[in-house]
């Protein structure tokens, strides 16, 4: 092994420990928030005795999971048992592999840094492919737990994750097939190199609205998150399926949900947003203006608006009933979905620039409208 | 999809709703920084009055301890020596134990006594870390000598009792004579 590929995987294993902490950090401090904002939106203030405004609180809640008893069912399986949280962990963790949170490889003390774990050219594919394993810790997790009421949480999470995967990969085909690539790099650098106006590229949320609205709507319903919850709201069969879990294995499940929740997040940014993007200024001109055109710190920037998102969604809506929410995924946003596709690929087979694609959407929305207003049965 | 496009704008409603409940003041009380003002009538920790000049309100007669629901009070009455009137009757508590645990804080002991002597005032952070340091006993019920308010007696009875100096002979049995406010003297017949 030469030095060179010595040190290319060094770097990339430092590059991965670094997300990795980040991630596990952010899911600790995304606790907090989602505690303290979801208590501001109902009049109330959340933790704020712990440390200062309460920032401590998170370490003391992984604490006192450390310290919980580790209960197991008799009849649980152990092996499963264990695996299960191991795999909705790892599983989440992995999905940012593929994840840039720059546009260019920076300078650092000499070295080209590359501001990404990997840059493959299927990057989208691998990341549907990995999340869509973990439906296999939530289904062991319910079927270890040797709980028949657990089983059952488990088997409608999972059908509720397989249904709605469906709904995200359509809407986010539609930008992608504008974009023509599936690697994010090139989905970012079209988005902050082209021209909303003049060309094909800007954020991609202008030209395809509905895309992200189906996105964010199946994105939601993916995480188990409010108003898509009830698998795992405490009202209903337990909690689902960690319902026997406790502790730290308890507490992999819940890092794994909030992961994911970030890495829906960071693909709505880098597919619908433009990733790192800033504002269109030249990034040529001096740090300044290269700050000012992309960096990590709008990527950060624009994960935690959605991150926001969820906290607020969840603070505002009750939670669909199961039939309810099989149907939007099934009747509402894949039809949607594939509406939306068919209108993007004849754009792009007309080469349309991308307020094109827009009024194009709008019209296509227009239509439906009008349809369902011709179609609506005359009540007497 | 009409129905679709509707329910999205009620949803857009609702998320505003949150959001600018988001930047209102909340309406916690940041305990322990802050405190709630208690009613006048809020039923706390015991305490056991005085008179003016001193001497305590409690007789001694044990209907506080007979009326609680609870079995909370626990009364040893001694006899009052002509050189410490501790109280102003013929006998005042040697030991009164209250059990915190066991109160209901119901104010029948209050509610019961002859001389308003035991009042449920609005000290209510009552915690410790055994049980035996929520047994309270005499010393720390009683109010310090000094003092001789009426508690929150005024605040159940509208007229404030009168007199408040302990001094009655016994030649009326009257709550004014005992300084309960007043009300009109019974009188002593059959049946009473």
């Known amino acids: ?380 | 999809m009409d129905e679709v496009i509707k329910d999205l704008i009620a949803l857009g409603k609702g998320l505003s709703i949150t959001f600018r409940n988001m930047l209102q003041k909340p309406v916690t009380i940041t305990y322990p920084e802050n405190k709630r003002k208690f009613p006048a009538r809020t039923r706390g920790r015991h305490v056991l009055h005085r008179y003016e000049d001193g001497r305590e309100r409690c007789v001694g007669c044990l209907l506080c301890q007979g009326t609680c629901p609870a079995g909370a009070i626990y009364i040893e009455p001694e006899e009052n020596t002509p050189d410490n009137p501790v109280s102003a009757g013929e006998r005042h508590a040697k030991v009164f134990d209250v059990d915190l645990l066991r109160c209901i804080y119901c104010g029948h002991c209050e509610l019961a006594c002859p001389t308003n002597a035991i009042t449920l005032e609005n000290n209510t952070a009552i915690a410790g870390y055994t049980r035996e340091s929520l047994l309270i006993h005499k010393e720390e019920l009683l109010e310090p000598k000094g003092t001789a308010t009426l508690g929150s007696t005024v605040a159940w009875d509208p007229k404030p009792p009168t007199p408040n100096t302990g001094d009655f002979d016994g030649s009326e049995t009257s709550s004014a004579a005992v300084g309960q406010g007043d009300r009109p003297s019974r009188k002593r017949g059959a049946g009473h």
């Open chain 1, 1 to 380: 092994m030469t030095l060179e590929t010595l040190g290319f995987f060094i770097a990339v294993v430092v590059k991965a420990l670094i997300f990795c902490v980040a991630l596990l950090t952010g899911f600790a401090y995304m606790t907090w928030g989602e505690r303290r904002i979801v208590a501001r939106m109902q009049w109330r203030v959340g933790p704020n005795k712990v440390g200062l405004w309460g920032l401590l609180q998170p370490a003391a809640d992984g604490i006192k999971l450390l310290f919980k008893e580790q209960l197991q069912p008799k009849e649980a399986k152990t092996f499963l048992f264990v695996l299960a949280p191991m795999i909705s962990l790892v599983v989440a963790l992995c999905a940012y592999a593929v994840i840039p949170i720059d546009k260019d490889p920076v300078n650092i003390f000499g070295y080209s840094v590359e501001p990404w774990v990997s840059n493959p050219s299927i990057a989208v594919l691998y990341l549907l492919g990995v999340s869509s394993l973990g439906v296999y810790g939530i289904i062991l997790g319910g079927w270890a737990s040797n709980n028949k009421y657990a089983l059952l949480g488990a088997i409608r999470s999972s059908a509720q994750v397989i249904s709605y995967e469906l709904a995200l990969g359509t809407a986010l085909v539609s930008p992608l097939l504008m974009v023509g690539s599936l690697s994010f790099h090139d989905v970012i650098k079209q988005q902050i190199d082209g021209s909303y106006f003049t060309g094909d590229g800007g954020w991609l949320i202008l030209a395809q609205p509905v895309a992200f609205f189906l996105y964010w709507t199946a994105a939601v319903a993916e995480v188990n998150r409010a108003p898509f919850d009830l698998p795992e709201a405490e009202q209903e069969l337990g909690a689902g399926y960690h319902t026997e879990y406790s502790g730290m294995k308890f507490a992999m499940f819940f890092m794994a949900e909030y992961v994911n929740m970030f890495t829906v997040s960071s693909v709505a940014t880098t597919v619908f947003l433009g990733g790192p993007g800033g504002l269109p200024v030249d990034d040529s001109q001096g740090l300044l203006f290269r700050l000012l055109a992309h960096g990590p710190h709008w990527f950060l920037l624009k994960v935690y608006f959605f991150m926001f998102v969820f906290i607020w969604l969840r603070a505002t809506f009750p939670r669909f009933r199961y039939d309810q929410l099989m149907r939007i995924g099934w009747q509402f946003l894949l039809p949607l979905g594939l509406i939306n596709l068919g209108v993007t690929a004849i754009g792009v087979a007309l080469q349309w620039k991308s307020y094109q694609f827009t009024l194009a959407v709008a019209s296509m929305m227009v239509t439906l409208v009008a349809l369902s207003l011709l179609n609506r049965k005359e009540k007497h």
